[in-house]
């Protein structure tokens, strides 16, 4: 299935996407799941399937808003330097010494998310806003201490994720927390995409800007795999469903790059991941009045 959280008639409403038609399951289980986050926890997906096996659409996608993928996610984990490409890049330019032994996990606060469809916000004193094209993974079962074995049955689907970063901010202190929580800055959707319609041994991740190939990623770049991210984060805390992971950036960035490419309004990016679908945002200036 293909999951998605859109506004419907300024209404908040989660269904499954067929083509370009919605199932909309928010009327069709909403007593019981009040929302996608809630369908995942409570079990109810195989409810899901069966409406969506059975039930013709009630509307088209390009009726919908679309919201990011889970509005409310609890913990928004983010994997740095996961790829071993992006470590090459980045070691002429940073002090590294060797490629991490563990996972490198910095927190992205939900408030930063966005739909697919919507305008990433550069900050008006960022002077490197850039993109970061990613694989997020969406937990589906509560998971603490599982093996690598095991942790892809904790997986409740895939999508595109745009760790959009604001370099400045992120250089200006040793902690990165600040770089990666600019208002507006995670693109995250457009789909949750079950994981019976992937094949992770022909996933890859393609980020355009402006049309232009700038990111090209298949898995077997990421230094911790899928499997190891959420083993490692459920030996320390609780993974809830819900709770998003986000899997690392491959070489390409566009602050690396020479010359570099940087955000500005107007560019738009496309991160696509085959067999899941394309997260599509555009760039635009901080207001002046805020929002």
């Not at 330097?81 to 939900?110: C, I, Q, W």
Request: proline letters at 5%; a negative charge.
């Amino acid at each position: 299935m293909k999951l998605i959280s859109y506004t419907y008639n300024n209404q908040a409403c989660y269904g499954a996407l067929q083509g370009d038609k919605v199932i909309d399951l928010q009327q069709r289980l909403g007593d019981r799941y009040p929302d996608l986050k809630a369908l995942l926890g409570e079990g109810g997906l195989e409810e899901a399937r069966e409406i969506v096996s059975t039930c013709e659409a009630d509307c088209r996608l390009d009726q919908v808003q679309l919201l990011p993928v889970i509005p409310n996610p609890g913990t928004v984990w983010c994997a740095g330097m996961n790829t071993h490409s992006h470590y090459e890049e980045a070691k002429g330019h940073m002090d590294l010494k060797e490629k991490p032994k563990k996972p490198v996990l910095f927190l992205r606060s939900p408030a930063t998310l966005i739909a697919s469809g919507e305008d990433l916000e550069k900050p008006t004193l960022e002077p490197a806003f850039d993109y970061e094209g990613e694989i997020a993974l969406i937990i589906g079962k509560r998971a603490r201490n599982v093996s690598v074995e095991d942790a892809l049955d904790h997986v409740a689907g895939y999508t595109p994720f745009n760790d959009a970063s604001a370099r400045l901010y992120q250089i200006n202190s040793n902690q990165i927390t600040a770089g990666k929580n600019a208002y507006r800055s995670g693109g995250f959707g457009p789909a949750l995409v079950t994981p019976d319609e992937v094949n992770l041994d022909t996933m890859q991740l393609t980020c355009r800007v402006n049309g232009e190939v700038m990111q090209e990623m298949p898995l077997d770049d990421l230094i911790f795999s899928f499997a190891e991210l959420i083993s490692y984060i459920s030996e320390f805390t609780w993974l809830e469903p819900g709770d998003v992971i986000v899997t690392g950036a491959a070489e390409g960035v566009g602050a690396l790059r020479q010359p570099a490419v940087l955000l500005k309004a107007g560019d738009s990016i496309e991160v696509e991941v085959s067999g899941v679908g394309t997260l599509v945002n555009g760039v635009a200036d901080q207001p002046e009045v805020i929002r």
